[in-house]
């Protein structure tokens, strides 16, 4: 079964440079997630998309942005690079139900960035 | 607002003996809840979810996980653990419906010795 596909899987960038994540959900699914996990923590929730609109915001700095696109694909955008951003980013997909059916979340491999 | 509470930073179990994760949350409906394992530098699998029904829930691998409303727990269980089970085991709590993101607990690294 197709999974979620995140690119790229590594990515080394020197502070104050820009960074995109790219990730394509598991097909028909409409919504999207971004976490954060540094290095020894819990995945944090940085934002998600459903129907290409923002649906949730979490810890997601400033500096960050992101968007999902017709084709549900989303991107993660990070300006500024600063050490601390050095991190596991994953992206997770669902198929959102209000009614409260049950919207199991899905989650890629993650993209490692290392800030030097 | 929702949170996960795993006691146990680390557990340390023999290969063979049965294995029994804590994880506690907080939220005000009925939540989703959900337990994860993270290998080193790896994704994130999900073992099993509880979204209603019956409260002993079937996972992957041999894990099950029970749901006890009344203790607002969501312990993961194991039988019999193998040198293969050495992770970092996540429980996660969600909101019902919706596109709301999970919340994490700080995780439980499970060490398996011989």
């Known amino acids: 079964a197709a999974g979620v596909i995140q690119s790229p899987r590594h990515l080394i960038k020197e502070k104050r440079e820009t960074a995109t994540l790219k990730c394509y959900p598991i097909?028909?699914?409409?919504?999207v997630y971004w976490y954060q996990q540094g290095p020894g923590q819990d995945p944090q929730f940085l934002i998600s998309?459903?129907?290409?609109?923002?649906?949730d915001k979490g810890s997601i700095p400033d500096r960050f942005s992101a968007q999902q696109f017709s084709d549900y694909h989303s991107e993660l955008n990070m300006s500024s690079l600063e050490l601390g951003d050095s991190a596991l980013y994953f992206c997770?997909?669902?198929?959102?139900?209000?009614?409260?059916?049950?919207?199991?979340?899905?989650f890629g491999e993650g993209s490692w960035l290392t800030v030097v | 607002a929702q949170s996960v509470t795993q006691p146990d930073i680390h557990i340390t179990v023999s290969e063979g003996a049965s294995l029994e994760l804590r994880c506690n949350y907080s939220?005000?409906?009925?939540?989703?809840l959900f337990w994860y394992v993270q290998s080193p530098g790896q994704g994130l699998q999900l073992l099993l979810k509880?979204?209603?029904?019956?409260?002993l829930v079937q996972g992957i691998k041999g894990f099950e996980a029970e749901f006890k409303r009344s203790q607002s727990s969501f312990n993961l269980r194991k039988p019999s653990v193998h040198w293969s089970d050495a992770a970092e085991y996540f429980c996660?709590?969600?909101?019902?419906?919706?596109?709301?993101?999970?919340?994490f607990g700080k995780g439980t690294h499970l060490i398996i010795q011989p």
């Open positions: 997770a997909s669902s198929l959102a139900r209000v009614s409260g059916s049950g919207n199991t979340i899905y």
């Open positions: 097909p028909r699914h409409d919504t």
């Open positions: 998309f459903y129907e290409k609109m923002q649906s």
């Open positions: 939220y005000g409906a009925t939540p989703y």
């Open positions: 509880y979204f209603s029904g019956d409260t």
């Open positions: 996660a709590v969600g909101a019902r419906g919706g596109a709301d993101g999970l919340t």
